[in-house]
């Protein structure tokens, strides 16, 4: 199980570097803009409270934010949206393309004949994002707290750190939603998808119904139960919500090991 995780992640090496580098050119443009945007004496909060209900949900989650402090412009216009939808699409779509691909590309045939369990490969293949998932969030962090620094601004890092480390659950219950998909479709397209499809789907719905009195149905998504902004502005954590999170993510890996030891692969 180990070859096949060290294996795959030496892989996602190169696409590991690029997203990082892209994150962090993108959170250097948000931070570059802030001194302006503080400096511009707009009230924000009057704008931002004049946007439906579902889009201050979208992008504010339920926590009240003062733009003119670097934690709430930080968290709104970067990690509410990007790290719980961007990325958690991302992630889906990787672990998607795990199974599937190769068993479209054949490659999938010739890995089972070597004395493997088929439960040790989808293991491996989602051990194999772990260090990726981790990678991304230490680049970014260590960037974002530095970039904040350079233009004046002085930013929590233990709130900064207890987001990152917090984000690297949900976004690995993102790729184990991706990884199920992956063995319940035969080619790649259909279970990336399916994954990207269910995480943005889960998003969309838990902005929707969230604080309303149909707020029950956006119970299973994810987004639910990790709150960037709560984390970075008000130090505040859901820690029943990470621990359902680490369930549901360990569910979905157990789920997928053991449909995939009963597939025909053939």
Known sequence: MLEITTFEARRRVRGTLLLSGSLLAFAGLVIALFPSIKDSGV?????????????????????????????????????????????????????????????????????????????????????????????????????????VGFIGEEIDLTDLLTLHTLSVVYLLACAALGLLASVLFDTPRRAQTVGI???????????????????????????????????????EVDWDGIAILLAVTVLLVVVAAEYFERKDVG
Do not use: C, H
Not at 87 to 112: K, N, Q, R, W
Not at 225 to 235: C, E, H, Q
């Open 43 to 147: 009230d924000f909060e009057a704008y931002v409270e004049s946007f439906p209900p579902e889009v201050q949900s979208a992008f504010l989650g339920g926590t009240a934010v003062d733009f003119t402090q670097i934690e709430g412009f930080l968290a709104v216009e970067l990690y509410q949206w990007l790290w719980l939808l961007v990325l958690g699409v991302y992630f889906a779509y990787a672990a998607a393309s795990t199974i599937a691909g190769e068993a479209e590309s054949g490659s999938l045939d010739l890995l089972l004949v070597n004395p493997v369990s088929r439960t040790r490969v989808v293991v491996g293949k989602f051990l194999s994002l772990v260090p990726s998932v981790i990678a991304v969030n230490a680049l970014v962090l260590a960037g974002t707290y530095l970039m």
């Open 197 to 235: 499809g269910a995480v943005f789907a889960m998003f969309l719905v838990d902005s929707l119904t969230f604080d309303t009195d149909y707020e029950w149905v956006g119970d299973p998504a994810f987004s639910r139960y990790f709150d960037p902004t709560a984390i970075l502005v008000n130090g």
